[in-house]
DNA sequence: GTACAGGCAGTAT
DNA sequence: ATACTGCCTGTA
């Protein structure tokens, strides 16, 4: 899909806002309204041609959410040696990865563990009514992202009455070493892969899966590979013959590590877009509506 | 009623 | 290191 600016790239935002990595994007009278840490980001496509607002205004997000940057054909290229992931990319050669406010991707997977999409956003949409801050934008309310100090400040049972659960303990962690300065997200994205996972697994509630999340869609760790049961259902399909052991979908902490790396190595620098190419194919062809 | 959904931590072995 | 278990909540 050729896009307004810069109008030479080639992606198709819809598809990625929608695969899953990303929770609080809804489409409302002709266009896709969603929301970034303190930003209200929206956009429109037809004929085509796409076209982006944000509120605050930020020049040229789309550059950064949709991860413009990235040399695309490369990726391209390189993942689709392997014949699986050909087949992904030939069908959705508009998806990526998108480049998420890292708060606010920390908090989504803290919620996003054993429920789903739908469940998910309610969570989200719950938490942000209730802890961010309103923002009117054509003629209809929006909620930005709550910050770390104000879900670190909010009660438990503020927490519970958002749907969260028994991850308002999470959420509260979280919140806690982040304000604390126990947790410095930004510093995470330079540090290496095993570095910055270690500091995120010592975040009561974050795991592996989780942890790979946060780092694959919001702390620039295109190598790291979540694992999820529709990755590993994939894997265990299309890759059995890579390990030596069948892949059940409940994987152990050791076992996770072990099939991770050795995806890793198999898909290289690019493994996190591996990964998207292969969950989205999944969840696409078990018409999955989210 | 009960099974289930994009995991995780706690405990026992 | 692995196996097993419980867990909030809403929907089918």
Redesign the pocket.
Known sequence: MLVGRPASLEFDPVTSVNS??TFLWEFIDGAWYGIDGRNVLKFAVSDGVAQFWSYPERGSWERNLFRLDDNIARVQAVLGRDPTIATFIAKYPGLRLLRQDPEQCLFSFVC????????IR?MLYNLSRMFGDKIAVDGREFFTFPTAKSLNSASVSEL?SC?????ARAIKAAAKAITDGDLNLPALRKAGLQEAKDQLLRI????????D?ILLFSLEKLDAF?I???IARSLSSHYSTLHECRISEKL????YELISEKMRRHFGKYAGYAQQYMYYGMRHSAR?PW
Request: hydrophobic share 30%; proline share 9%; with cysteine.
């Open positions: 899953g990595q996003a563990s054993n429920t789903n999409i739908p469940m309610r519970l749907g969260v659960g028994y991850r009561y509630g974050v795991g592996n899966k989780i942890a999340c979540p999820d049961v529709w152990t902490p050791r076992q999955k």
